[in-house]
């Protein structure tokens, strides 16, 4: 029997998927299941790709079937799981062979697993894939973390199976151990961010100017026509697009209003706290998701104060004013994310390559968009920018921050909930302004603490005169 060229392990949807991808790319695998009829219904039912598939039964069986030195990915749910997984196979593989975790490990996990794989355990790659089950099949985005002797041993695989821009692989070695699983984390950070601001503008036009579902489809599809082109808009216009069979109302108005996560948006709101990078719109929209779950409180809530009038008085408001606030705010969250990922670079001592990172985001994952390009093309031009200072995103902001200050402030006014909209301008106003009002926090600091501060015209550690009040200075 020849050997196949990579093993994978887990074959759930995106396992699953990603082995037929690998398969139709013309390399032989091998594949493993904790469920050994999962393997072998697998391996029936892959058709055409089926002489190219090794269905194993053991861990020993699947070690095997691979050419040394081998590489195994991991497509098994974060955490424990992918613990269990490396140790039983550890004992299986000789030095040189590797392991690739594929899942959405958070970065610490993986920093810690490439930590034992560089004191003799098998090699360790940790990549970031997005894309969802579509992606997997037929071209994710790879966000791949690890040493690049181990990246170049199987970059041509990851090459071949990931999403291509314009003939260009979306597959890159972003750094050193969990380097690819946190820019994967900052990706699904801004997922939820760009995933909000729809809701947000979709809740404006539902709620706000009594638009049903199948116009505020329209809406979306035009927008996916101009700057706001990504793939997130076009599937907010299938959605909006679609009937529910049973009740023949547009299906999203039979949806309940309680958003799930596994927590990936989370960690990227933590790490940017221990980094002191602030990403007020990726926050709020974890936020939000959080708030949505708490449906009952949400009940009692309305039942005590009433629910907040929220028709917009006519003419307040226009769907050009609504797409300009989402270019605005769209600008506004991803030079966070970006400021975010130099901040880890620095702290992490990795060189993590902003202009790259956009590139791996212009097709196959979830945030894939237009203006991503141009996001590429302007940090390039100056990694260490703020976004929103480049001329391109600069001339953007200057002629939308009007539109998004108007729909955050009649959305205010009526009531309607856009708090990554209004985070993303909150930000912006104090980007812009020289003299903040961090005066008054450092009087208080030292007033309670005698913390100290520095004076406008000049020197640091003063104290002011606050003994005599009763102040601690
Ligand atoms: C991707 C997605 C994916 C994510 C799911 C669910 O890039 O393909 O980010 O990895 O896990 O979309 O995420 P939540 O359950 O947290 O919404």
Not at 42 to 47: C, K, N, P, Y
Not at 196 to 220: F, K, N, T
Not at 258 to 276: C, F, N, P, Y
């Amino acid at each position: 029997m020849t050997q196949s060229e990579i093993g994978l392990i887990g074959l759930g949807t995106m396992g699953a998927m990603l082995a037929l991808n690998i398969a139709e790319k013309g390399f032989p695998i091998a594949v493993w299941n904790r469920t050994t009829e999962v393997t072998h219904r697998f391996a029936q039912s892959a058709g055409d790709l089926a002489p190219r598939i090794t269905p194993t039964d053991t861990l020993k069986d699947l070690v095997a079937a691979l050419k040394p030195p081998r590489a195994i990915i991991l497509m098994v749910p974060a955490g424990k799981a992918v613990d269990d997984q490396i140790a039983a196979l550890t004992p299986l593989l000789d030095a040189g062979d590797m392991i690739i975790d594929a899942g959405n490990a958070n970065f610490r996990d993986t920093n810690r697993r490439a930590k034992n794989a560089s004191h003799g355990g098998p090699r360790f790659l940790g990549i970031g894939v997005s894309g969802g089950e579509e992606g997997a099949r037929h071209g994710p985005s790879i966000m791949g973390g690890g040493r690049l002797e181990d990246w170049n041993r199987v970059s041509h695989i990851l090459e071949a199976i990931a999403a291509k821009y314009h003939g260009t692989p979306c597959a890159t070695l972003m750094g050193e151990a969990g380097a690819g699983h946190f820019v994967k984390a900052v990706h699904n950070g801004i997922e939820y961010a760009d995933m909000q601001m729809i809701a947000e503008v979709y809740g404006v036009m539902r709620d706000g100017m009594a638009m049903p579902a199948p116009a505020i489809s329209a809406v979306l599809e035009g927008w996916n026509k101009g700057p706001l082109q990504s793939y997130l808009i076009e599937i907010s216009a299938a959605v909006t697009a679609v009937t529910d069979a049973k009740t023949g109302q547009p299906i999203v108005d039979i949806i309940l209003d309680r958003a799930g996560q596994k927590g990936t948006g989370r960690w990227t709101v933590i790490e940017a706290q221990h980094l002191s990078a602030p990403i007020p719109v990726i926050e709020a929209a974890v936020m939000a998701r959080n708030t949505s779950a708490r449906l009952d409180e949400r009940i009692k809530g309305e039942a005590h104060f009433g629910a907040a009038p929220q028709a917009l008085p006519a003419g307040t408001l226009t769907i050009d004013d609504l797409e300009s606030a989402m270019i605005a705010g769209k600008i506004l969250c991803y030079a966070q994310g970006f400021a975010l990922i130099t901040a880890a670079s620095g702290e992490f001592g990795w060189s993590l390559p902003l202009p790259e990172i956009a590139k791996v985001w212009r097709e196959g994952c979830i945030i894939r968009s237009s203006m991503l390009n141009d996001m590429a093309t302007a940090l390039a031009e100056d990694p260490g920018r703020n976004l929103m200072l480049a001329p391109f995103f600069a001339d953007h902001l200057e002629t939308s921050h009007n539109a998004l200050r108007k729909v955050v402030a009649h959305a205010a006014l009526s009531g309607l909930p856009v708090p990554a909209l209004a985070a993303g301008l909150a930000w912006f106003d104090m980007m812009r302004t020289q003299r903040s009002t961090a005066n008054m926090i450092q009087a208080q600091r030292d007033f309670f603490g005698a913390h100290g501060f520095e004076r406008t015209d000049g020197g640091s550690d003063h104290h002011g005169p606050w003994a005599l009040q009763g102040g601690q200075a």
